[in-house]
C-alpha cells in the first residue's frame, strides 16, 4: 500500500476545518499508481506538499483535518 498526501489549501481553515490544517490521504495499490495521482495533484493550485508514502501517515486532529481517499473511488484528472 502506497499513500499519496497533500496539503488542501482551498479546503484548510473553514468548514469542517476551520481553525486546521485540510490534509488529503489517496491510498493507492501499487506504487505506479501513486505516483499518477501525485504528478496530478501537483498540478493543482489548491494541492501543496505532495508527497508518496510506504507507510500509513497520521496528523495530529487539534491541528488537522484528514481526509481520506482511495484510487479506486477518484475520477476525472486525478487518474489520467
Given at each position: 500500500?502506497f499513500y499519496v498526501t497533500m496539503?488542501?489549501?482551498?479546503?484548510?481553515g473553514w468548514g469542517a476545518a476551520?481553525?486546521?490544517?485540510?490534509?488529503?490521504?489517496?491510498?493507492?495499490?501499487?506504487?505506479?499508481?501513486?505516483?499518477?495521482?501525485?504528478?496530478?495533484?501537483?498540478?493543482?493550485?489548491?494541492?501543496?506538499?505532495?508527497?508518496?508514502?510506504?507507510?500509513?501517515?497520521?496528523?495530529?486532529?487539534?491541528?488537522?483535518l484528514t481526509s481520506w481517499r482511495?484510487?479506486?473511488?477518484?475520477?476525472?484528472?486525478?487518474?489520467?
Amino acid at each position: 500500500m502506497f499513500y499519496v498526501t497533500m496539503t488542501d489549501k482551498f479546503m484548510s481553515g473553514w468548514g469542517a476545518a476551520a481553525g486546521k490544517t485540510n490534509k488529503l490521504v489517496i491510498e493507492c495499490q501499487t506504487h505506479e499508481d501513486a505516483e499518477r495521482v501525485a504528478r496530478n495533484a501537483r498540478q493543482r493550485r489548491e494541492m501543496r506538499r505532495v508527497s508518496i508514502r510506504a507507510t500509513k501517515p497520521y496528523y495530529r486532529p487539534d491541528s488537522f483535518l484528514t481526509s481520506w481517499r482511495s484510487f479506486d473511488d477518484l475520477h476525472g484528472d486525478w487518474k489520467a
